[in-house]
């Protein structure tokens, strides 16, 4: 059985001898080389550009997003108040531009989507517009309506005979 | 392109303090901190010279962390070069050998994390870090107890990797405990602590054999 001091002498050998190596001189030249060189290790290298390249990926799809061109907005016709008691009065001639096709109701597509292509508003040509001749409507007439008059039923209503009330004595005893 | 042993040597000569004339003073080396300062001032071959001051240790301390020589050269060269391209970062609270040290360490505790999920998948858990090379043993210490002391390293390897650590970087006499506490970002009574537990597994252990 070995005692105490042994044990701590025997420990201090063992991990003395797993510790007591030296790196190979080519160490030192290696690394001087790469500091001489400037370079990094290939792998971190390659994890740097892959990383870069997916950034700009990354912006280049944000940008085509935010700037890519609105959906025609549809406009539509303003409500006209009538003018109850008055026979409508028909409106001056007025022309109204649209373009063709705005009105189409638009498909969903079942293509997939390519974003980042942005067209520019299409100028419109004379060719495109047409001209929308106004609806001629009749006046309304207002006319009287005639109620009937409704005759007359006189009712009589019959007389009841209520027979007059008897109050009965109270017993005598509470129960 | 690597550099032969002769301009090393030529590097560490030019490195010597020069007096007022520029005559090299033969009886002082310059000290760390000036080899920084010239690193700093874009004087690459300085550097040399601390690598050469402290490959030593770097290497040692990714020994302790992963337990074999080719992983422990590949800890030690990145961490070299890492300390170059960050030596503007270099505070001076510690030491230069410290502060390449605390480099290594961070760099071989994360190889060996992955070593150990590599491991897991791969191979049974008890086979970590058993590849540890062994060192002849002196001729005395062979004739005395080379069984002995291989049963003692073999239950070294079996200890828990903190407790390991501790013993190992301790066992390496490159560092003081302190040095050693600070390089791994933990409390000195925590180190002595975890050398201390280490020991007394170890005779635990080595008691009921």
């Known amino acids: ?175 | 392109m690597l550099r032969s042993k002769a301009s090393i040597e030529r590097v560490t000569l030019r490195h010597l303090v020069r007096d007022a004339q520029g005559h090299p003073e033969q009886s002082r080396r310059m000290t760390d901190g000036e080899l920084v300062e010239r690193v700093r001032a874009g004087d690459t071959a300085a550097f040399g010279e601390l690598v050469e001051r402290h490959r030593g240790a770097v290497y040692r301390a990714g020994l302790a962390a992963l337990g074999n020589d080719a992983d422990a050269e590949d800890v030690a060269q990145e961490a070299l070069v890492l300390s170059f391209n960050r030596i503007d970062q270099f505070r001076g609270d510690a030491s230069v050998r410290t502060w390449m040290v605390s480099i290594a360490w961070r760099l071989a505790l994360s190889r060996r994390r992955r070593m150990w999920w590599k491991a897991n998948r791969t191979l049974a858990p008890e086979t970590e870090l058993h590849s540890l090379r062994d060192v002849t043993p002196s001729p005395e210490a062979r004739m005395q107890s080379a069984q002995f002391i291989k049963s003692v390293q073999q239950q070294i390897r079996l200890l828990p990797p903190k407790l390991r650590d501790a013993l190992l970087l301790a066992a390496a006499g490159d560092l003081t405990q302190d040095e050693i506490a600070a390089a791994l970002n933990i409390p000195a009574a925590t180190f002595r602590g975890r050398v201390r537990d280490a020991r007394l597994r170890l005779k635990a252990r080595l008691g009921q054999e």
């Open chain 1, 1 to 175: 059985m070995m005692d105490e001091r042994e044990l701590d002498r025997a420990i201090d050998t063992a991990a003395g001898r797993m510790m007591a190596q030296e790196p190979r001189r080519a160490l030192g030249y290696t690394v001087m080389a790469r500091v001489r060189q400037g370079t990094t290790p290939a792998p971190r290298r390659f994890v740097w550009i892959v990383a870069t390249a997916s950034l700009v990926l990354c912006g280049v799809i944000t940008i085509a997003v935010m700037t890519r061109a609105p959906s025609p907005a549809l406009s539509l016709p303003v409500s006209r108040q009538l003018a109850v008691g008055h026979p409508p009065v028909a409106p001056a001639l007025e022309v109204s531009v649209v373009a063709e096709g705005a009105m189409q109701p638009r498909r969903v597509a079942r293509a997939p989507i390519q974003r980042g292509v942005v067209r520019p508003p299409v100028p419109l040509t004379p060719a495109d517009m047409s001209v929308i001749e106004p609806i001629e409507t009749e006046p309304i007439v207002l006319s009287e309506i005639g109620v009937p008059q409704l005759a007359r039923e006189a009712t009589s209503i019959e007389t009841l005979n209520i027979e007059p009330l008897t109050i009965e004595p109270l017993a005598a005893s509470n129960d």
